[in-house]
């Protein structure tokens, strides 16, 4: 299972695979006060899919890693397989501060 950075929204507590997934679920205007998360079905209609990952995260200060499940574009997936030969996502990162 991948290992990601804590990425989730304080408004809808959805978890992300990378920013990209995590801006592209927010839609809406600030200046028209229609900003708003995007719902589980409008993000899977937008291409989007969720797969377990472990996330890093901090618990009463010390690191933990929980399971949750994760949004990622599937497009951009198959983008970055098919230019690499692998499965891989450009933003993702292993965390390895609590090693
Ligand atoms: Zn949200």
Redesign the pocket.
């Known amino acids: 299972m991948r290992i990601i950075r804590k990425t989730q ?1 304080s ?2 507590r ?1 978890y992300f695979i990378g920013d990209t997934a995590f801006f592209a ?2 839609t809406g205007s600030f200046d028209a006060r229609t900003r708003r ?1 995007l719902s589980t079905e409008e993000m899977q209609a937008a291409g989007y899919a969720t797969e377990s990952v472990l996330v890093n995260m901090y618990l009463d200060g010390k690191p933990i890693r929980e399971e949750h499940d994760a949004w990622f574009e599937i497009a951009a997936r198959e983008r970055v397989r098919k230019a690499f030969g692998k499965q891989t996502d450009e933003d993702e990162e292993e965390d390895n501060d609590d090693a």
Do not use: Y
Request: aromatic share 0%; with cysteine.
């Open positions: 929204c408004g809808c959805k679920h927010r998360c």
